[in-house]
Structures are given as C-alpha cells and as structure tokens.
C-alpha cells in the first residue's frame, strides 16, 4: 500500500489477472486523484473521487474511498500488458495534493 | 497538439550552476504546479501558482524560484545548483484547485 513514508510496492500478475492496490492517508481530504506513470513519461490522471463518495468506476478500473480509515483502493480488471506502469495515488487537501511513493505494477503477457 | 510541455527534456549541468526550467500549458488553465520527483519515485509538490499568484510554496530552498509571466506560463529558475537536486521535475495545470492536474512529460535534470 502508498504511504507518505512507505517504500514503493511492487506487483506483478498475469495478464487478465485483477491487480488490486491501496492508499492511505493521514490528514482530511476534499478528494483522492488516481494517477498512472508509465516509465520515463509524466503522470495521467485516472480517476477523481469526492469525500462524499464511496466508489467510482471507469472502464476497467473501480476505486474505492473509506474516509473513516483515511484509505482507498485502486482495481484494475482483466489486467493486460499495456497496464504496466507505476500507480500513484494523491489526497488533496489543504490546498495540495500530496502523493504516495506509488505501486509499481508489472502485468505479465 | 501537447496540453502541457517542457523544456528542456534533459539537463545535466556542474554543481554551482544556474540553470531555468519552462513549462507552457495550451489548456487556459488558471492554476499550474511544480513537482519534484526523486530516485525513489516520490512524487512532491514544490509550488503552486494560480491567475500568476503563488499560493503554495513549501519547504523548497530559496535557490528556487518561480516565476509565472502569465497564467499559461510557470518557469522554474535554479540557482547554485547542488548534488541533491538531481531529480524529474514536472510541471502539471488544473482549470481550478483541487480539481484533475494535467502533467507534462518532465525535465530530467543532473547535476555532476
């Protein structure tokens, strides 16, 4: 899981394989933005989930958001090859947006 | 078209050096950040800008300075550079705070 001082975490899966990865946080928040980074390139936004939100869906991807235990999660289903990338989640708050060392996640063809 | 460039891609200078950094976002976007990444990939926010006015600044040396000579531009001036500012830096933009953060592709800067 991403903490503000965890080391990075690592996951490799097959492809079609679900690749879960969590957050957590520390502070309060006016909403959690997921984040992608494949290497050498700069981050893309994923998904976007207010405070007063649960779970949001894009496509293959579903996050969840627990306020009360300051954490969320990142699902990506049916994973494939193109999905490797690093995963960074980032709490924003007290005007920033602060960011996790991210999950690195290699999927396997 | 790039939402949101930098230049340069690649910067590798002497310690003790002064070296600029541009970033130019083509979204009309009000607010722009600089980021820091290090070795480990950690991912830190340096500055903030919004309509040309600085709202954040963290605990970033005063050898960094931003300037932003209008809202669709956010350069970052590094004076006597040092070892330790070897990192990604990436330039990102928002319509408003809080909101998605658009990132450029960074400048990957060394110095010896």
């Known amino acids: 899981s991403q903490q503000g001082e965890e080391d990075p975490q690592a996951l490799s899966i097959q492809e079609g394989e679900n690749a879960t990865m969590n957050c957590s946080y520390k502070?309060?928040?006016?909403?959690l933005q997921w984040y992608r980074q494949n290497s050498g390139r700069g981050l893309v936004h994923l998904i976007l989930i207010r405070s007063n939100e649960r779970e949001k869906h894009s496509g293959r991807l579903r996050v969840t958001l627990d306020t009360s235990k300051k954490s969320s999660s990142l699902l990506i289903t049916a994973s494939r090859a193109a999905d490797t990338a690093s995963y960074f989640c980032?709490?924003?708050?007290?005007?920033?947006?602060?960011f996790g060392k991210g999950n690195q996640v290699v999927v396997i063809p | 078209d790039t939402a949101v460039s930098q230049t340069p891609k690649y910067l590798v200078t002497q310690m003790g050096n002064d070296k600029s950094i541009k970033c130019e976002q083509n979204l009309g976007h009000d607010t722009m950040y600089w980021y820091k990444q290090d070795s480990k990939k950690f991912l830190k926010i340096m500055f903030s800008?919004?309509?040309?006015?600085?709202?954040i600044n963290e605990t970033v040396p005063n050898r960094f300075s931003p300037k932003s000579p209008d809202k669709a531009h956010l350069n970052l001036h590094i004076n006597s550079l040092e070892l330790g500012d070897s990192a990604v830096y990436f330039c990102a933009s928002s319509q408003v705070r809080g909101e998605t953060q658009y990132f450029g592709p960074g400048t990957r800067l060394l110095v010896l």
């Open positions: 800008y919004n309509n040309k006015e600085l709202i």
């Open positions: 980032g709490h924003y708050g007290n005007n920033r947006l602060a």
């Open positions: 502070t309060s928040i006016n909403n």
